[in-house]
């Protein structure tokens, strides 16, 4: 039997982790010294966009709670759910190893009934690890629309010949 080849699923792993944490750092008018129109054009390039908040936080979110968050600067919420996240992995974690070997943890303070102590960890350290995941999703897109509103910026949108709103690719070098 051919056994998987793991390499190749790390090294896309790592490429698409290289690309999520991408700079995304923007440029403020007093940084670059534009002024007038091309401030404000330079100012709507770096509003933070709802729907890549919601998208970063659902898959660098599932690994890195708070991400969504921390693209949409609202570093105090990213940085409880980040905790959140670790404390409800240490929880599974340290639920797992009482699972694992009870009797090491017999008579301590939990009891006789380690086992069931153990497997309660680890179901509310997975309860809690997926709320904060959820609670990500849920408020990033809130959180860019309120970073928008308080420097007050506005998404550029690209419109075709038709005046409707179109998708476009844009790439920072």
């Not at 303070?109 to 153990?118: E, I, P, T, Y």
């Not at 897109?141 to 690719?169: C, D, I, W």
């Amino acid at each position: 039997m051919k056994t998987p080849n793991h390499k190749k699923t790390i090294l896309a792993l790592a490429l698409a982790l290289g690309f999520a944490f991408q700079s995304t750092a923007p440029l403020r008018a007093e940084t670059t010294g534009l002024s007038g129109s091309l401030e404000t054009s330079h100012n709507q390039a770096f509003a933070k966009d709802p729907s890549r908040a919601f998208l970063l936080a659902l898959f660098p979110g599932l690994l890195i709670h708070g991400y969504g968050h921390f693209y949409s600067k609202d570093k105090t919420l990213g940085t409880t759910l980040l905790t959140g996240e670790v404390l409800s992995v240490a929880a599974i974690g340290l639920g797992a190893a009482i699972q694992n070997s009870p009797s090491s943890f017999s008579g301590s303070f939990l009891g006789n009934n380690a086992v069931r102590r153990g497997k309660d960890m680890v179901l509310y350290g997975a309860i809690f690890f997926g709320l904060t995941w959820i609670a990500d999703m849920a408020h990033a897109p809130t959180a860019a629309k309120e970073y928008n509103y308080e420097h007050n910026l506005t998404p550029a949108f690209s419109f075709n010949e038709k005046g409707r709103p179109q998708m476009v690719l844009a790439y920072r070098f």
